[in-house]
């Protein structure tokens, strides 16, 4: 038989004192008169009978449950990117707050249903995730609710976004390469990546661009060229394959993310050029791929962890927080960069 749940009465009457005094004592109220000693006694007594608050009721009382959502299309099962809802736990629980996770996989229909269930059960906020920065239309019901936007660029929702300082990674990646001395035979590969969905290029490609045209020219000096492709190994072997059979010998690449590197690294090596001895490369993401490649990869951490962390702050800590929050983005230092040869 299932063990009863012990009552604040049951409390307040092992404690000798009214249940106005116990309810006092144990949700911390500081702002009545209790002796010491009854204080004492009702959390002695609270301890010897495992009395556990009942949240749900507290709740309803106090419009506060000590809970968050998050919900998002494929961050929870991507892997690395998973990193935010890592983020997103740790921060709650620095607030005493639990965090309910729920994962759409881009279903429109279940994500409206997650939002409204969570909305329903009370939650205190909810973030609002989707995998890489990008325009996207969060449900209605959010305008009206705490909310916070990760990652999602939409316009009209007067709600905190929380986005990677992608125009940061650009300038870093850039300036990776020109501290060492390198000015010419610089190459962009995936560069903005232009999509059916994004003709104009992805939006954290386009930022990247930005800054790494910034620093270029802060050095008087500017790209050699830009090829796109899609954030793939294999486009990234074939990009840099087709550079290297016009004739030309890169001496730095720029890549989009450590997937395209790892398609440099082939191409490059194919072709018995060193890195980084004949060609530097630095990338984004900072995955377990840049640890891997042989000589470790250069790139530009992104901040999972730390948005996922943000994201719940601004939640927990509103105050004046809507605008664009955008998470410093710093270069990661391995053995793919050196001064250019000769």
């Given at each position: 038989?299932?063990?009863?749940?012990?009552?604040?009465?049951?409390?307040?009457?092992?404690?000798?004192?009214?249940?106005?005094?116990?309810?006092?004592?144990?949700?911390?109220?500081?702002?009545?008169?209790i002796?010491?000693?009854?204080?004492?006694?009702?959390?002695?007594?609270?301890?010897?009978?495992?009395y556990?608050?009942?949240?749900?009721?507290?709740?309803?009382?106090?419009?506060?449950?000590?809970?968050?959502?998050?919900?998002?299309?494929?961050?929870?099962?991507?892997?690395?990117?998973?990193?935010?809802?890592?983020?997103?736990?740790?921060?709650?629980?620095?607030?005493?707050?639990?965090?309910?996770?729920?994962?759409?996989?881009?279903?429109?229909?279940?994500?409206?249903?997650?939002?409204?269930?969570?909305?329903?059960?009370?939650?205190?906020?909810?973030?609002?995730?989707?995998?890489?920065?990008?325009?996207?239309?969060?449900?209605?019901?959010?305008?009206?609710?705490?909310?916070?936007?990760?990652?999602?660029?939409?316009?009209?929702?007067?709600?905190?976004?929380?986005?990677?300082?992608?125009?940061?990674?650009?300038?870093?990646?850039?300036?990776?390469?020109?501290?060492?001395g390198?000015r010419?035979?610089?190459?962009?590969?995936?560069?903005?990546?232009?999509?059916?969905?994004?003709?104009?290029?992805?939006?954290?490609?386009l930022?990247?661009?930005?800054?790494?045209?910034?620093?270029?020219?802060?050095?008087?000096?500017?790209?050699?060229?830009?090829?796109?492709?899609?954030?793939?190994?294999?486009?990234?072997?074939?990009?840099?394959?087709?550079?290297?059979?016009?004739?030309?010998?890169?001496?730095?690449?720029?890549?989009?993310?450590?997937?395209?590197?790892?398609?440099?690294?082939?191409?490059?090596?194919?072709?018995?050029?060193?890195?980084?001895?004949?060609?530097?490369?630095?990338?984004?993401?900072?995955?377990?791929?840049?640890?891997w490649?042989?000589?470790?990869?250069s790139?530009?951490?992104?901040?999972?962890?730390?948005?996922?962390?943000?994201?719940?702050?601004?939640?927990?800590?509103?105050?004046?927080?809507?605008?664009?929050?955008?998470?410093?983005?710093?270069?990661?230092?391995?053995?793919?960069?050196?001064?250019?040869?000769g």
């Amino acid at each position: 038989m299932a063990q009863r749940r012990v009552t604040l009465a049951q409390v307040a009457e092992e404690a000798g004192v009214s249940s106005t005094t116990a309810s006092f004592v144990l949700s911390g109220r500081t702002d009545m008169r209790i002796s010491p000693d009854a204080q004492r006694r009702v959390r002695e007594a609270s301890d010897r009978l495992g009395y556990r608050p009942n949240l749900t009721a507290r709740g309803l009382r106090t419009k506060v449950t000590h809970t968050f959502g998050l919900v998002s299309d494929i961050i929870a099962s991507s892997g690395y990117a998973g990193e935010i809802i890592r983020g997103a736990v740790d921060e709650a629980a620095t607030h005493q707050h639990m965090l309910f996770v729920g994962e759409t996989q881009g279903d429109a229909d279940l994500e409206r249903q997650l939002v409204q269930e969570l909305f329903d059960r009370q939650v205190d906020g909810l973030v609002y995730a989707v995998l890489g920065p990008r325009p996207c239309v969060p449900p209605e019901t959010l305008r009206h609710r705490p909310a916070v936007l990760l990652q999602c660029i939409a316009d009209g929702f007067d709600l905190p976004k929380v986005m990677p300082d992608d125009a940061q990674a650009g300038r870093e990646s850039a300036r990776a390469l020109m501290v060492v001395g390198h000015r010419e035979g610089v190459y962009a590969i995936g560069a903005h990546h232009r999509t059916e969905a994004h003709p104009a290029g992805i939006p954290a490609g386009l930022a990247r661009m930005n800054g790494v045209e910034e620093v270029m020219a802060e050095h008087g000096t500017r790209l050699a060229g830009a090829l796109q492709c899609t954030w793939e190994p294999a486009e990234g072997f074939a990009a840099v394959r087709s550079l290297l059979d016009s004739g030309v010998r890169p001496r730095a690449l720029i890549c989009a993310n450590d997937r395209v590197a790892m398609g440099a690294y082939q191409a490059l090596q194919e072709d018995g050029l060193r890195i980084p001895e004949d060609t530097s490369v630095v990338s984004v993401d900072n995955s377990d791929l840049a640890t891997w490649l042989r000589p470790a990869l250069s790139s530009v951490d992104l901040p999972y962890y730390e948005m996922g962390r943000l994201s719940v702050r601004l939640l927990a800590e509103p105050g004046d927080a809507n605008g664009v929050h955008r998470v410093p983005m710093r270069m990661v230092a391995r053995d793919s960069v050196a001064a250019p040869a000769g």
